[in-house]
């Protein structure tokens, strides 16, 4: 990344000073390599910043990305959440109905052991009356009824007799049926027990089947917001490097103009001669006019073009305050004169400053020096004359 060459401000502090130092001694201490080197240094920090931003693009166009998987991970997961509490009620459902069944199999256990021991109890009685008849033979029955003092009596000792033993016969054959009843009863419970113990067991399963994807999706949707902050850390990063650039290339650029001006001291004019117009303006450049105000190759042409060879002094037009000396995109090195009023001066595509930020200039001082640099196709001079803000044809106020 980008970051990685950043400059600390200890750093810049001390390249600026050592420029400044070699700046402030005599006119003879630097040279045109000193202001090369100045400019590349400015251009450098410069194209940083420019490379700084194509890294923010694609880190943005990375988060917008990851922003769109986020989304749609948020819908699966919610999905995902919503089928998991929905499988978990079903089987919260089936394990009460489970537990009814096993409910009514316990009572239906407890059920036939009460009638296994009734039927215990009512086998034993009949056993040992068999046991008795059996002991004593028929014959006791036969005294019982032959004691009889009427035949009206025999009769009814008869019936009483065979009442007895149907009672006896019919309380065992009732205890046998209930035995059976209770048995298929219970039967059919623990067959549904049985199915429903599968169910249960069948949605468990599949409870944690979608609990473990939706633990997958979650793991995801944090990886993906980690990544989101990664990279929103990493364009806060590039944008603090991109300060520190800003901050270089300005104090190489301001470096750059003093060496200009030094060297223009020595052997070149500082100043450009011509009378000014009724408005105060002077031309900025002695040479050929190749451009003027208006639409050009289908777009608008805010300034004339001043055909000069390199390094050709650029004059200010008028008086003022020079309030951008720097790189400004297609206009390349750029030098914007305040003249007050909300009238300025622009004049692009320099090769060199011979002024700086802040600095009083007067009408004819040398303020860069001409070139070629941002969207040009040959050495010229863009003049512009702006009033506040918007530009007007200069070619009125020239004399």
């Known amino acids: 990344m980008l970051s990685s060459h950043s400059l600390p401000r200890r750093t810049i502090a001390l390249l600026v000073i050592l420029i400044m130092f070699a700046v402030a001694g005599p006119a003879g201490a630097v040279t045109t390599k000193d202001l090369k080197a100045a400019q590349n240094k400015a251009k450098e920090n410069r194209e940083k910043i420019r490379e700084g931003d194509a890294d923010k693009d694609n880190l943005r166009e990375d988060i917008r990305d990851a922003d769109l998987q986020l989304s749609a991970t948020q819908d699966g997961l919610e999905e ?21 069944l096993r409910a009514q199999l316990a009572s239906k256990e407890a059920e036939l052991t009460v009638a296994l021991r009734e039927l215990d109890r009512l086998s034993g009685i009949l056993n040992k009356r068999a046991g008795d008849v059996y002991k004593s033979g ?66 468990t399963m599949e409870v944690d089947r979608v609990a473990a994807i939706t633990s997958a999706v979650r793991s995801k949707k944090n990886q993906l917001r980690g990544q989101i902050l990664s990279k929103e ?17 300005a104090e190489y650029e301001r470096s750059a103009a003093k060496i200009n001006a030094l060297l223009s ?36 042409h805010n300034g004339l073009d001043i055909g000069v060879p390199t390094g050709s002094p650029v004059a200010a037009s008028k008086g003022g305050k020079v309030i951008i000396a720097s790189w400004y995109g297609g206009y390349g090195n750029l030098v914007v004169i305040d003249h007050g009023g909300g009238v300025s001066t622009w004049y692009g595509h320099n090769s060199a400053f011979s002024s700086s930020v802040g600095q009083q200039v007067t ?11 941002g969207n040009s196709t040959g050495p010229h001079v863009h003049f512009e004359i702006r009033f506040n803000g918007s530009p007007f044809d200069p070619m009125p106020y020239l004399p």
């Open 363 to 373: 009408r004819g001082q040398v303020v860069a020096r001409a070139g070629s640099t």
């Open 233 to 249: 850390k990493l364009i806060t990063d590039i944008e603090s490097d991109q300060e520190r650039w800003e901050i270089a290339a």
């Open 80 to 100: 995902l959440e919503e089928q998991l509490a929905e499988t978990r009620a079903e089987r919260d459902k089936i394990t009460a109905k489970l537990n009814g």
């Open 265 to 300: 001291q020595s052997s070149m004019p500082t100043f450009v001669s011509g009378s000014p117009s009724a408005s105060g303006f002077i031309w900025p450049a002695a040479g050929t006019l190749n451009s003027r105000f208006g639409p050009r190759w289908g777009r608008m």
């Open 138 to 203: 028929d014959i006791s029955f036969l005294e019982v009824l032959f004691e009889a003092r009427s035949f009206i009596d025999f009769l009814n000792r008869a019936q009483f007799l065979q009442t007895i033993m149907s009672e006896d016969a019919r309380l065992v054959d009732g205890i046998k049926t209930t035995k059976k009843t209770i048995e298929d009863s219970r039967a059919e419970i623990q067959k549904d027990k049985d199915q429903v113990q599968k169910e249960e067991d069948a949605l």
